[in-house]
């Protein structure tokens, strides 16, 4: 069983950057073929953030593409969300998933990742 946990959410100010850090344990490349961030404020659907598989490729939401960056670990049990320019829509609670090499579902969607982290809330203040 693949265990996430993030670390690395608070408070920070509008335009303050923040690294928001997921460890992965229990699993292994294959059960963690792709890794990704969400994000959901209250109210508000989960929305996909980023995504970078085995391979190295990554992909980013519209809405923080140009400010924020996905990186896995050298020994790829790691996954770090680096955002810059925070603005108040940034607030939420930010997820950690990961997905294995079978599941054929889009990386934009919740559904190809079998595996949730609990969570680590980001807010930003004006």
């Known amino acids: 069983q693949v265990q996430l946990v993030e670390s690395g959410g608070g408070s920070v100010q509008r335009g303050g950057s923040l690294r928001l850090s997921c460890r992965a344990s229990g699993g292994d490349s294959e059960r963690t073929h792709i890794m990704a961030w969400f994000r959901q404020a209250p109210g508000m659907e989960r929305e996909w953030v980023a995504s970078?598989?085995?391979?190295?490729?990554?992909d980013l939401a519209n809405s923080v593409k140009g400010r924020a960056t996905i990186s896995r670990g050298r020994t790829e049990n790691t996954l770090d969300l680096q955002i810059q320019d925070l603005q108040l829509s940034d607030s939420a609670m930010y997820y950690c998933a990961a997905g294995s090499a079978t599941n054929w579902s889009p990386r934009n969607s919740p559904s190809r990742y079998e595996y949730w982290g609990r969570g680590t809330q980001v807010t930003v203040s004006s």
């Open positions: 970078v598989d085995n391979y190295g490729a990554t």
